[in-house]
């Protein structure tokens, strides 16, 4: 079992920057055996959407609406994922949500709320 615990959301003005944290803990040999993690978001009214994935050693990758704003990345001796945001837009506004899987099993945490307004 994992357990995802995201942090960092809030309201920012457009332009602005934010940096979202994903903290996995669980099994040492869960854990061990996580694969790629990622990062989704749901606005309100629409599907749950891809926004950026990193696998545990590699290249990332992307949703094109966040392409050249957006860094995702993981620092695995921490168990830990990051989402660098600059450049936000109104459009962003959405509960972002970690993700992870390992053999047989997807893991999401419970969300953070990232609001772009102004």
């Known amino acids: 079992q994992v357990q995802l615990v995201e942090s960092g959301g809030g309201l920012v003005q457009p332009g602005g920057s934010l940096r979202l944290s994903c903290v996995a803990s669980?099994?040492?040999?869960?854990?061990?055996?996580?694969?790629?993690m990622g990062w989704y978001r749901q606005a309100p009214g629409k599907e749950r959407e891809l926004v950026a994935t990193?696998?545990?050693?590699?290249?990332?990758n992307y949703a094109d609406s966040v392409k050249g704003r957006f860094t995702i990345s993981r620092d695995n001796a921490k168990n830990t994922m990051y989402l660098q945001m600059n450049n936000l837009k109104p459009e962003d506004t959405a509960v972002y949500y970690c993700?992870?899987?390992?053999?047989?099993?997807?893991?999401w945490g419970q969300g953070t709320q990232v609001t772009i307004s102004s």
């Open positions: 993700n992870t899987r390992t053999p047989g099993n997807v893991y």
């Open positions: 990193i696998p545990r050693g590699g290249s990332a």
């Open positions: 669980g099994s040492i040999f869960s854990l061990n055996v996580m694969g790629v």
